[in-house]
Structure formats: C-alpha cells, structure tokens
C-alpha cells in the first residue's frame, strides 16, 4: 500500500507560519496572498525561506493540490523568487 503525503492550504499556511510568514489561520490561501508577498519583498532573506520551503515541497514524495501549487506559483512570479 503506498501513503503520499498531500499539502492542502492548511498545511501550507502552517508550513509559511514555520518559516515566520505572518499569516492567519483561520484565512485561505487568497486571503493571505498580499501578507506573504509583502513579507517576501519586505527581505531578500525572507524571500529565500519562502522559496527554500516551496522547493522543498515539489521536490520531496509530496502531491500539492492544484490550488496549493498556483500559489506557490502566484508568489514567484509575483516577487519573482525561484
């Protein structure tokens, strides 16, 4: 039997909370898009933890929802990190 391991928005605001992205909870992932695009531009380090923890989610034996990955993807193309 093979387990995968599945990121849905939840685990991905605990995961950017993790990293110090200031985010709230009880929030979708559209609802904090502006909190951790500030947060990324605000440094160039903060940027760089936000990145390190997307990549790796796509490169470790881990399914992201589709909703999960256009984040990801609103977030580089908007602080153009990746």
């Known amino acids: ?3 995968v391991e599945l990121i849905d928005e939840i685990d ?3 995961k950017l909370k993790a990293c110090g992205v200031p985010l709230k909870s009880d929030e ?4 904090n898009l502006d909190a951790v695009i500030a947060w990324c ?5 903060q940027s760089a933890l936000v990145e390190a923890q997307f990549s ?3 490169k470790g034996e ?3 929802l589709p909703e999960v990955q ?3 993807d609103q977030i580089r193309e908007t ?4």
């Open 12 to 14: 991905l605001i605990e």
């Open 70 to 72: 256009q984040f990801i």
């Open 56 to 58: 790796t989610l796509e």
């Open 1 to 3: 039997m093979m387990i």
């Open 28 to 31: 979708s992932l559209a609802e």
């Open 79 to 82: 602080t153009h990190a990746g």
């Open 41 to 45: 531009e605000a440094d160039s380090a």
């Open 62 to 64: 881990i399914t992201l």
